[in-house]
């Protein structure tokens, strides 16, 4: 059983298009961290939201916590070659940081 | 900003043969790490949790007579991967956490190590 439900598990685009990642639990997190990792690194973390309702933004990247904590989405506007990888999501579970299956995102020009 | 590294990079290795990784805290110290094993195209699964002075606590299904983890310092943790075969070829990436910036917990990830069991 999954904790942390990610889709789509894949996504290909063009450049230019938009696009949302979810992040769907039936538990309560009390924060949900996303993550982007590239080929053969380590993942590097992009936002942690802690409040429920709570909406972030990082230059074409909006990142939303549900108001009751069980999920969240990742929004990107106007895709770009670079922003191609793997996007995580991640929460706290009994001590330990826990992933969602990630979505593989590749932007095509 | 906090760094973890991890050595080695990548290791190849023949069936039978055991390995060591390393993991390190460079600026700060760590009492729990953990160690995370992904195969190509999946997420991040977590194996065990690494604590300082104590026994690794394992998850469900991984061998703790199989991947052998100590944590004698505050900022060393290993992964030996004993008797390795090549289905435990993968990539292996390790995190640590760090409580001191502010009283806010932060985890912070390694490159990772590519394992190639022939």
């Known amino acids: 059983t999954q904790l942390l439900e990610q889709s789509p598990q894949f996504l290909s685009i063009q450049e230019g298009e938009n696009l949302t990642v979810y992040c769907n639990s039936s538990?309560?997190?009390?924060?949900l961290q996303w993550y982007r990792q590239e080929p053969g690194e380590g993942p590097v973390l992009l936002v942690t939201v802690v409040t429920g309702g709570e909406v972030k933004k990082l230059k074409r990247l909006t990142f939303q916590f549900g108001d009751a904590r069980k999920d969240s989405s990742l929004h990107i506007t106007a895709a770009q070659p670079g922003d191609t990888g793997l996007y995580l999501c991640a929460g706290t579970f009994g001590g330990k940081l826990i992933f969602g299956q990630g979505t593989e995102l590749s932007v095509k020009p | 900003g906090a760094v973890v590294s991890q050595h080695p990079s990548r290791v190849i290795c023949k069936s039978g043969t055991s390995v060591k990784i390393e993991c390190r805290s460079l600026d700060f110290q760590a009492t729990t790490m953990f160690w995370y094993r992904q195969f190509p195209k999946q997420s991040l699964m977590l194996m065990a949790t690494?604590?300082?002075?104590?026994?690794?606590?394992?998850e469900q299904g991984v061998e703790k007579d199989k991947f052998l983890i100590n944590h004698a310092s505050l900022t060393l943790s290993t992964l030996t991967v004993t008797s390795a075969h090549p289905e435990d070829s993968s990539f292996y990436i390790c995190s640590a956490r760090d409580f001191s910036r502010g009283g806010r917990e932060t985890q912070y990830f390694g490159p990772g190590t590519r394992l190639l069991v022939l």
């Open positions: 538990s309560v997190f009390s924060s």
């Open positions: 690494s604590n300082e002075g104590s026994k690794a606590t394992y």
